[in-house]
């Protein structure tokens, strides 16, 4: 197991010591999760293929579709023809 990666936790309970491996977070992997995505890949399976828990996917997934702009349909007194 590659430490470089990771967060350990030590937690002591009832004298026992239990460890928790933690893998941090790259942002390389959102372009990772973006292809998942649109190769129909659903949640648990980017999460058991990279390594994360499912909340961690959902975040990045809200968080990168928090980062797109709203496209501007007027503007300049134009106006785009909608296309259907």
Do not use: H, W
């Given at each position: 197991?590659?430490?470089?990666?990771?967060?350990?936790?030590?937690?002591?309970?009832?004298?026992?010591?239990?460890?928790?491996?933690?893998k941090?977070?790259?942002?390389?992997?959102?372009?990772?999760?973006?292809?998942?995505?649109?190769e129909?890949?659903?949640?648990?399976?980017?999460?058991?293929?990279?390594?994360?828990?499912?909340?961690?996917?959902?975040?990045?997934?809200?968080?990168?579709?928090?980062?797109?702009?709203?496209?501007?349909?007027?503007?300049?007194?134009?106006?785009?023809?909608?296309?259907?």
């Amino acid at each position: 197991m590659e430490l470089s990666n990771t967060i350990i936790v030590s937690v002591v309970v009832n004298t026992n010591k239990t460890f928790f491996f933690i893998k941090k977070y790259s942002f390389q992997d959102d372009i990772r999760i973006k292809n998942y995505s649109t190769e129909d890949l659903d949640i648990r399976s980017m999460s058991r293929i990279l390594g994360y828990s499912r909340g961690t996917i959902i975040r990045r997934i809200l968080y990168m579709a928090s980062k797109v702009t709203k496209p501007i349909y007027c503007e300049n007194n134009q106006s785009l023809d909608k296309i259907y």
